[in-house]
T-cell receptor
Framework: DTGVSQDPRHKITKRGQNVTFRCDPI?????LYWYRQTLGQGPEFLTY????????KSRLLSDRFSAERPKGSFSTLEIQRTEQGDSAMYLC?????????????FGSGTRLTVV | AQSVTQLDSQVPVFEEAPVELRCNYS??????LFWYVQYPNQGLQLLLK??????LVESINGFEAEFNKSQTSFHLRKPSVHISDTAEYFC????????????FGKGTRLSVIA
């Protein structure tokens, strides 16, 4: 068990470009979450999956954002036509309800800077 | 919907002094409560959690938190802090069903001064 992995760690992109982030959860965790964290704020929920099904999306997730989790394993988060306001840390977490353990395990995040 | 309020954005404290980081939550249903810690340039790490049972929960590094239902609080305490405790601390809540995503507070930056 290597924990939750996120790639890349850092991404600098020009406004208007598309970016894609990847998250590899803990293998036995069936739930996967995406959060966004801006400076001085707590993580804000974006979306989550149970296996391959996307169960909930936040209103923060505009039409330019899309997330997938094919085959219930890794997940990708794509942002199209990036804007400066998209600059943030994007955090991925996974969890399992087995054993009554509801704590999330977070990855180290992908820091996006839109210039 | 659930919400979390962390009353202090920054807490400076001298090394070996006690500290309390305050957290209040709002929910119309039973909740689970968590404290996470974030060190610079790292992801969040679970510090401790309250699911049920004893209202006083402890972490392996000396932190403790007490669930107070009547005051809707889950304050984090440590009797003697170390320089290494300097970090951002986040309180989080979700429903006891576990079917809603965690909702986080805005965080409290703990700065331990030598």
């Amino acid at each position: 068990d290597t924990g939750v992995s996120q790639d890349p760690r850092h991404k600098i992109t020009k406004r208007g470009q598309n970016v894609t982030f990847r998250c590899d959860p803990i293998s036995e965790h069936n739930r996967l979450y995406w959060y966004r964290q801006t400076l001085g704020q707590g993580p804000e929920f974006l979306t989550y999956f149970q296996n391959e099904a996307q169960l909930e999306k936040s209103r923060l997730l505009s039409d330019r954002f899309s997330a997938e989790r094919p085959k219930g394993s890794f997940s990708t988060l794509e942002i199209q036509r990036t804007e400066q306001g998209d600059s943030a840390m994007y955090l991925c977490a996974s969890s399992s309800r087995q054993g009554g353990n509801y704590g999330y395990t977070f990855g180290s995040g992908t820091r996006l800077t839109v210039v | 919907a659930q919400s979390v309020t962390q009353l202090d954005s920054q807490v400076p404290v001298f090394e070996e002094a006690p500290v309390e980081l305050r957290c209040n939550y709002s929910s119309s249903v039973s909740v689970y409560l968590f404290w996470y810690v974030q060190y610079p340039n790292q992801g969040l790490q679970l510090l401790l959690k309250y699911l049920s049972g004893s209202t006083l929960v402890e972490s392996i590094n000396g932190f403790e938190a007490e669930f107070n239902k009547s005051q809707t609080s889950f304050h984090l305490r440590k009797p003697s802090v170390h320089i290494s405790d300097t970090a951002e601390y986040f309180c989080a809540v979700n429903t006891a069903s576990g079917n809603t995503p965690l909702v986080f507070g805005k965080g409290t930056r703990l700065s331990v001064i030598a």
